[in-house]
């Protein structure tokens, strides 16, 4: 039985070839793409189970590649690049990334974590069976939908996933070890930056003020608490 497939969008040839084949030998059938028109006309053909993005490609930006994918899709992807920075890799999570390798890297490292991310978008979170109700907040987890005093609320498969497991349990606090765990993965590799990244995008699309919150409340040093009662007076 063939494994999960992998996209391999990377121009370079000393890179693309020999991981290609450990991701073979690992039990991955890999396609390579090395431009953003092949990568983007390989993802139409044969849709992969997650692609492997570097940023830099010869006839264009990687990111664009993110975009157009992310605008019909939720497949996996993880970022490989030698842009290393913070703004680098929040712009790749805005932009919908999964994970964020920086080079030169190691094939184990690489592999582990798309074993990881696998593992989430397979299993995803513990979502209950019936929608979860708290004032004008209706989030349908079946559906994978999220309403606001009736309007839609357009959430990234991060962001929704971060939603659920606050919500599931409003009026308690959840640890960043907890949320990090079950959200992202318990062997997560990167910094618990990428939480505070999510969050934050989160209240704003609820329409949050982190100052004095409605909905998501920052406990110091511990997690976030949910609001089981929006209506009341914020902290």
């Known amino acids: 039985m063939a494994g999960p497939n992998i996209l391999l969008v990377e121009d370079e040839s000393a890179i693309a070839q020999p991981f290609a084949r450990i991701l073979a030998r690992e039990g ?7 431009t953003a028109a092949e990568a983007l006309r390989a993802f139409a053909d044969d849709p992969p189970d997650l692609v492997l993005l570097d940023l830099t490609l010869p006839d264009g ?3 664009d ?3 157009d994918i992310r605008a019909h899709s939720r497949v996996p992807i993880i970022m490989l690049t030698a ?7 929040v712009v790749g999570l805005e932009l919908g990334a999964d994970d964020y390798v920086v080079k030169p890297f190691s094939s184990a490292e690489v592999i582990a974590r798309i074993r990881a991310v696998l593992r989430r978008t397979v299993s995803g979170v513990e979502e209950p069976v019936t929608p979860i109700v708290i004032g004008g907040l209706r989030v349908e987890p079946a559906s994978r939908r999220v309403t606001l ?3 839609a609320v357009d959430l990234s498969r ?3 996933d971060l939603l659920v497991e606050l919500a599931r349990h409003a009026g308690h606090v959840v640890t960043r070890e907890d949320l990090m765990a079950r959200v ?5 590799f990167g910094s618990t930056k990428t939480l505070d990244v999510h969050i934050g995008w989160l209240r704003r699309k609820l329409g949050d003020d982190a100052g004095r919150p409605r909905w998501i409340e920052t406990v110091r040093g511990v ?13």
Do not use: L, Q, S, Y
Request: charged residues 35%; aromatic residues 14%.
């Open 28 to 34: 991955f059938v890999p396609t390579i793409a090395p």
């Open 61 to 63: 930006d990687g990111r």
């Open 65 to 67: 590649v993110a975009r």
């Open 83 to 89: 842009r290393g920075t913070e703004t680098d890799r």
């Open 149 to 151: 005093d009736g309007v």
């Open 158 to 160: 991060k962001e929704f």
């Open 184 to 188: 992202w993965d318990e062997n997560w």
């Open 223 to 235: 997690g976030f608490r949910f609001a089981a009662d929006p209506g009341g007076d914020a902290p």
